[in-house]
């Protein structure tokens, strides 16, 4: 059986044809890039830029491959509203669109723990997309009367394929609506938050089949009509999905942020770490940030080493900078901000003289990456060490290299780790 995938995040949209046995992609995995507008905290992308890349990613693959369905993974949360004829209210609202920071806070210090509690998670601007829908609703209160539909990205994608809309139990719970005790909307933090349940629709399992590809959105693809369509996950649930993970297992995606995911027997919230269900099946995630990511590094290579190419300076000038001893230290480290925060974070270089050079600089960003590195590990609340390790993202090579703790044990790269987990989404078909 052969799939369509799709990757949906904030920098680009990718697709392939997928194995769904073996999990790989039978045709080149093709990449259309997204254009993030980013405008003080605002940070959103255009609905008709992602279905236009979408459908330039798919025409790319027509005709290479038979396909039998079609799934995606997406960028989590990401949320926008429809109109009464299901077209976009307003933007595509990513999860680092911090808007909402006034909101999250009168949350947090009304309620704080009866939050956490009931909905597995901090009021966290942006990484709550409910808590980002009631700030614009009150910002801009004549898109209330006009609203039909609350959806995630997969949601709407779904509803434009199929004619209906779902959130998967992962995406659910980064809503800040969602009882994830009870599996179902709270009626309590949506009539605290001001979004009415009639626009949230049903919750399923993000491997279930939302429905089949309809004759309309079939011709604008280029595919066959009646193709059955998942309702899909986040992308960390699709990378985990990839790894087939297990408790104990260790997921570590490297990229302009680092992401630390593992699987827990029980869910535990915290206000360290983010709590949801994976998306698929009853099991639940623990996921961990480190705020020095690759962004910080790219922001390094930019401001004090762009006469380097992007080899010489991952491969040759990093490591120099890792061995090098430095009294430079960067705390705060919030180079990228903190994503499990709610007030704005910031960075600072310490100890700093005439005498410093360059490479101090970059010595002092590595190795508060790896302190932070410890310290989402602790985040996660796991005892003991981890039984494997997924590195997965365009740094991962860069990590293995320069964590003494990845040289040994064992530790896997997974590439095109959440575009190759919507093939999990298609197993059941196979039995």
Not at 103 to 126: D, H, V
Not at 339 to 352: C, G, N, S, T, V
Request: net charge negative.
């Amino acid at each position: 059986m052969q799939i369509l995938a799709w990757d949906i995040g904030t920098s680009a949209v990718k697709a392939a044809v997928l194995d769904v046995i073996r999990g790989q992609p039978v045709s080149p995995v093709v990449r259309q890039p997204l254009v993030l507008r980013q405008m003080g905290e605002s940070a959103t992308l255009d609905p008709a830029e992602v279905w236009s890349a979408l459908l330039r990613a798919t025409h790319a693959l027509v005709g290479q491959a038979n396909v039998d369905g079609l799934g995606m993974c997406c960028l989590t949360p990401g949320w926008l509203l429809l109109d009464k004829r299901d077209q976009p209210l307003t933007p595509i609202v990513t999860h680092l669109d911090r808007r909402s920071r006034p909101l999250a806070k009168r949350i947090w210090e009304t309620y704080g723990e009866a939050f956490l509690r009931e909905t597995g998670n901090k009021p966290l601007p942006g990484g709550l997309s409910g808590v980002a829908c009631s700030y614009l609703l009150q910002q801009q209160p004549e898109l209330r009367g006009q609203t039909r539909r609350f959806v995630h990205v997969n949601g709407w994608l779904g509803l434009h394929l199929t004619g209906r809309a779902a959130f998967d139990y992962g995406n659910a719970c980064f809503t800040g609506l969602f009882d994830y005790r009870h599996r179902r909307w709270s009626e309590r933090w949506c009539a605290e938050l001001g979004i009415e349940t009639l626009w949230l629709g049903e919750v399923m399992d993000g491997s279930a089949t939302l429905g089949q590809l309809t004759t309309s959105a079939a011709r604008e693809l280029g595919l066959p009509p009646g193709l059955p369509v998942k309702v899909g996950v986040a992308d960390t649930s699709a990378a985990v999905l990839a790894a087939q993970m297990q408790v104990g297992d260790l997921l570590h995606v490297v990229g302009t942020t680092q992401v630390l995911a593992t699987l827990v027997e029980q869910p535990q919230p915290g206000p360290d770490h983010l709590t949801r269900m994976l998306g698929v099946g009853p099991q639940f995630l623990h996921v961990a940030h480190n705020p020095v990511g690759g962004v910080a590094l790219e922001w390094m290579h930019q401001l004090c080493f762009r006469e380097q190419s992007a080899d010489e300076f991952y491969i040759h000038t990093l490591p120099q900078a890792w061995q090098r001893e430095t009294t430079v230290v960067l705390d705060p480290p919030y180079l990228g901000g903190d994503r499990l925060a709610i007030e704005p974070a910031d960075a600072a270089f310490r100890h700093l003289h005439l005498s410093t050079d360059r490479l101090d600089l970059l010595s002092a960003v590595l190795h508060a990456m790896h302190q932070q590195h410890h310290r989402a590990l602790a985040a996660l609340q796991v005892a003991g060490g981890f039984r494997r390790v997924f590195l997965t993202g365009g740094g991962a090579e860069v990590i293995r290299r320069l964590f003494p703790e990845y040289c040994q044990g064992e530790v896997m790269f997974l590439e095109e780790g959440s575009l190759r987990g919507v093939a999990r989404l298609f197993v059941h078909e196979l039995a």
